[in-house]
């Protein structure tokens, strides 16, 4: 059995990790938004966004408490990258 050396591993990790492609779709039902998609295309597959930032820019979706929040970042119109937000947990 072939062993990679370690530094190979390493890379390889990074590469996967830094890929856009892991982050770049999101589902509402069983529709799937992806990269290159208008707005209007996502609002008729997710609905109204839960909140608009950026000068409307940036659209944020709660799809649930046990969920991440998922942000939609839109240039042209257009789906550029979809993006998982933690939910900010306040003070005891």
């Not at 492609?21 to 589902?27: C, E, V």
């Not at 839109?74 to 306040?90: A, I, L, M, Y």
């Amino acid at each position: 059995m072939k062993v990679l050396p370690k530094f190979a591993v390493v890379a390889l990790c990074s590469l996967l990790l830094a890929s856009p492609a892991l982050a770049d779709d999101m589902s509402c039902g069983t529709q799937l938004v992806t990269q290159g998609m208008t707005m209007d295309e996502v609002k008729a597959i997710c609905g109204e966004p839960t909140a608009v930032e950026q000068n409307g820019s940036t659209w944020v979706y709660d799809q649930g408490s046990s969920q991440f929040l998922k942000v939609i970042i839109f240039v042209n119109g257009e789906v550029e990258f979809v993006n998982d937000r933690s939910r900010e947990v306040g003070p005891d």
